[in-house]
């Protein structure tokens, strides 16, 4: 068994606990890995530090680098079928998913990574520092951090583990990883392609284990230069704990609880779809989901209607089957979460509309699954339930005044994503502006790429991932001054004793 990944080969203990993966569709046993202890992991920083000090990587050029990264993209798209399987077996990824968004997520993370690479510019020419009598130049210089402790989560394990590696690498840092404990193959398997690619022993290691044993022993380690977790806001605040006591640079991707906000329209089908899609996408187990609507009072009754009418056609079963539109959730105590959480809002007088039970369909039994749940809620509702949901429920919000509206989106205590929906694209536009949140999208949802940066506001997370800005998040800089000494200004250092002596 399995519990790390370094210098390009796997490492097994003799004695340590067991990681075991389960298929979220029928609870069968899909692999079994162990944990990291501190040990290995200080042997995976350990491999790094050596790639970063002593080997090529960070100091290829750019372009060389990113012909590597251009390799890995290759290799990734050559083996997508093998990492839909692992996908759909750990974290119950449809497979119609699967090949519709994250097979072309994965390998842009790689290919937009190695233009970056390419087109960075690590010196930028600064003004001059002019004195009396000389000008000295001065440029800034972009660096690699060194080794960086990246943490991922198991909703979307492959994605979310190339958004890291992707510009980590391009930077040219070393890199340990620790994948969630739900989802651990994809991100072994990444590591595998890498090395094919050509990418040098120790840049990419993987360890393995859960978030206080192995993923604290990561976040303690001397040897880490750099954090970038993407998890929840309850883990970010332990991980924020751990690396401020040393300043370590630290990115933190969280949760959200993100609202669609719908203005007077007369597309009530069009927005219905739209809503759909921002709320039940793999089972709302997105960071970005949209759980709650915002509606106007007298749309609500026929968007309902419309809803009721688009979730009936929505097919849950077996995620490796084409037709599967919902999978399972994670895993069973996930599910009991979200249904918690969905008692807990009907016990605060939410009404339940549809769904949000357990499907009677024996083939689905053993599975983590739910049926996609509708509720409708008042605006108080979404101001003190502040949980994040993670999970296939829907809160309708019926509003009067589009003011209280985006005064209780912009007062919640998260700040991720929203989308705004109707038909006049300028009042849409002004409308996005003013909500205070990391994205938003008009007449859309779920739209995220390499290409654009992300950031969550608020509880929802520090520091930007992706877009250029994402991968500047993986490099330190420096201001280098050139003094001419000849030229150097004679009153330059004013002591008495350092002045030109008057002959
Ligand atoms: P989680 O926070 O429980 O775990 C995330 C990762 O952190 C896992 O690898 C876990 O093992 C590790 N971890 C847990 N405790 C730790 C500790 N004390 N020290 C170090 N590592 C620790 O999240 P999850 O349940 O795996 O994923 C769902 C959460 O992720 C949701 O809250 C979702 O909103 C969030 N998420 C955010 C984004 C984003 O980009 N903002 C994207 C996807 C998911």
Known sequence: MVCAWIDHTYRELRHAAELRVFNPFDASLVACYQEATAREVDAAITSARKAFDDGPWPRMSGTERARALQRLAKLLQNHLQGLAELEIQEAG????KFERMDARLVPEAFHIAAQRAAQDSIREELPAFATGVSASPNYLLRQPWGV???ITPWNMPLVLAAWKIAPALAAGNCVVIKPSEYTISSTLRLAELAAEAGIPAGVLNVVLGRGPSTGEALLRHRGIDKVSLTGSTQVGHRVQQLTSSRFLPTNLELGGRNVSLVTATDDIEGVARGLLWAAYLHNGQICVAGSWAFVPEEKVSALTVQMVNLMDQLQLGNPALASTDLGPLI????????????????????????????PQDPLLSQGAFLTPCLLQGTIQHYQTIQTEVFGPVLTLVPYRCIDEATRAINESPYGLAASVWGQDSDQLTALAERLDVGTVWVNQHHVLSPEYPFV?????????DLGWEGFRSFQKTMRVHLDVTAARDQEAFFYSALLPQVR
Do not use: F, I, P, W
Not at 93 to 96: G, K, L, Q
Not at 349 to 357: D, H, M, N, P, T
């Open 148 to 150: 960086c402790g990246l």
């Open 456 to 464: 969550g506001r608020r509880q929802s997370g520090l520091g930007t």
């Open 93 to 96: 990824v449809t497979r119609r």
């Open 331 to 358: 895993h069973r105590k996930h599910r009991d979460h979200v249904l918690n959480y969905v008692n807990g809002l009907m016990g605060k007088g939410a009404q339940l509309v549809k769904g949000g039970e357990t």
